[in-house]
T-cell receptor, first 115, second 112 residues
Framework: EAQVTQNPRYLITVTGKKLTVTCSQN?????MSWYRQDPGLGLRQIYYSMNVEVTDKGDVPEGYKVSRKEKRNFPLILESPSPNQTSLYFC??????????????FGAGTRLSVL | DAKTTQPNSMESNEEEPVHLPCNHSTISGTDYIHWYRQLPSQGPEYVIH???SNVNNRMASLAIAEDRKSSTLILHRATLRDAAVYYC?????????????FGTGTRLKVLA
């Protein structure tokens, strides 16, 4: 079954304690992306990756890091989390390109609370 | 980046058609129009996309204005399961960028 898997689904942490949210896809997709969703602000793109070792900033990259060492994995790293990073996070992947290949598949989400 | 404008919310009765509008007056010739929806407590899911011609699939239809400055997602018979936030986004396929701007979408409420 085609899947984008995020872990953990729920996370409560404290300010300054480094954390990583993992994302894995089993569809051999080139493109992966991270979004955050906040009430009244909709979905905003944090970072995206067009292939292994190729990443770029989205609209709200401050305070986040990503890496793409393997095609299937795209972890989101918060080196020093702050309360304003409390949010619902989604990972997505797609084949890239045009037409039907460009459909994004989303994970179930990770709800992060930074105290 | 070209942006889209959608109403914040809409209501529909069950079993009736729903027309969800989207304005994208700054769309470029190479922008695809994509629609996604987000059911409660789930990640977004793909609904439909198109470039110039109207499109149909098992979930919905997409009607694109001749000047491409607006589009309408059509759910032919709304069910309670269609209650969700619907996002209209533009996807540029030639700029080499994979930026997506989702915006806040339209929250569809379906009345039984």
């Amino acid at each position: 079954e085609a899947q984008v898997t995020q872990n953990p689904r729920y996370l409560i942490t404290v300010t300054g304690k480094k954390l990583t949210v993992t994302c894995s896809q089993n569809m051999n997709h080139e493109y992966m992306s991270w979004y955050r969703q906040d009430p009244g602000l909709g979905l905003r793109q944090i970072y995206y990756s067009m292939n292994v070792e190729v990443t770029d900033k989205g609209d709200v990259p401050e305070g986040y890091k990503v890496s793409r060492k393997e095609k299937r994995n795209f972890p989101l790293i918060l080196e020093s989390p702050s309360p304003n990073q409390t949010s619902l996070y989604f990972c997505a992947s797609s084949s890239g390109g045009v037409g039907v290949k460009n459909i994004q598949y989303f994970g179930a989400g990770t709800r992060l609370s930074v105290l | 980046d070209a942006k889209t404008t959608q109403p914040n919310s809409m209501e529909s009765n069950e079993e009736e058609p729903v027309h969800l509008p989207c304005n994208h007056s700054t769309i470029s010739g190479t922008d695809y129009i994509h629609w996604y929806r987000q059911l409660p407590s789930q990640g977004p899911e793909y609904v439909i996309h198109g470039l110039t011609s109207n499109v149909n699939n098992r979930m919905a239809s997409l009607a694109i204005a001749e000047d491409r400055k607006s589009s309408t997602l059509i759910l032919h018979r709304a069910t309670l399961r269609d209650a969700a936030v619907y996002y209209c986004i533009l996807r540029n396929t030639t700029s080499g960028t994979y930026k997506y701007i989702f915006g806040t979408g339209t929250r569809l409420k379906v009345l039984a």
